[in-house]
T-cell receptor, first 116, second 114 residues
């Protein structure tokens, strides 16, 4: 079955440590995204990538880093510079869209990060 | 003004009733609109996508788009307790590329009571 796999499901870290969240997709989608969700809030875009070896900052990129070395993989590193890292992190992907219309995002199951 | 705005609710409807969820957006150039359902502790799942003015129906769900008034709504007919969830509206940013970069509203909590 095609889909997006995020791991781990739960992650606990001490303040000051970097942590990397995994995201793998086998949907053959070109674009991949990382969103963050805080309790009672919508999703905020951290980074996105349209093609391999290229990515762009979203609305809240400070304190995060990404890489896109393979089409299937888009890992997110939460660095110690991120002031408030505890959140629910969602990875998503989408197909290439023609014209000015967007295709919908497909989400992984998320990683819940707790930093103490 | 927020780019995508939803009433956070909670919206409470009795089982069997019609639930009406609304979303307004700020940019007239937006072309793609999506409704996602998110159960507590889970990731969002796509319910509807709509690109043209008017209504789009899929089973018990109807999405309505009015670009002139800059709103998109979701109607859920014959609401069931299993429809209780947070509903997220997502809109594309016309300044972005055709690959996405959707902006999400804060979500509306829907509760369907028996």
């Amino acid at each position: 079955d095609g889909g997006i796999t995020q791991s781990p499901k739960y992650l606990f870290r001490k303040e000051g440590q970097n942590v990397t969240l995994s995201c793998e997709q086998n949907l053959n989608h070109d674009a991949m995204y990382w969103y963050r969700q805080d309790p009672g809030q919508g999703l905020r875009l951290i980074y996105y990538s349209q093609i391999v070896n290229d990515f762009q900052k979203g609305d809240i990129a400070e304190g995060y880093s990404v890489s896109r070395e393979k089409k299937e993989s888009f890992p997110l590193t939460v660095t110690s510079a991120q002031k408030n890292p505890t959140a629910f992190y969602l990875c998503a992907s989408s197909i290439k869209t023609s014209g000015s219309y967007n295709s919908p995002l497909h989400f992984g199951n998320g990683t819940r990060l707790t930093v103490t | 003004q927020k780019e995508v705005e939803q009433n956070s609710g909670p919206l409470s409807v009795p089982e069997g009733a019609i639930a009406s969820l609304n979303c307004t957006y700020s940019d007239r150039g937006s072309q793609s609109f999506f409704w996602y359902r998110q159960y507590s502790g889970k990731s969002p799942e796509l319910i509807m996508s709509i690109y043209s003015n008017g209504d789009k129906e899929d089973g018990r769900f109807t999405a309505q788009l009015n670009k002139a008034s800059q709103y998109v709504s979701l109607l859920i007919r014959d609401s069931q307790p299993s429809d209780s969830a947070t509903y997220l509206c997502a809109v594309n940013l016309p300044g972005g590329t055709s690959y996405g970069k959707l902006t999400f509203g804060q979500g509306t909590i829907l509760t369907v009571h028996p």
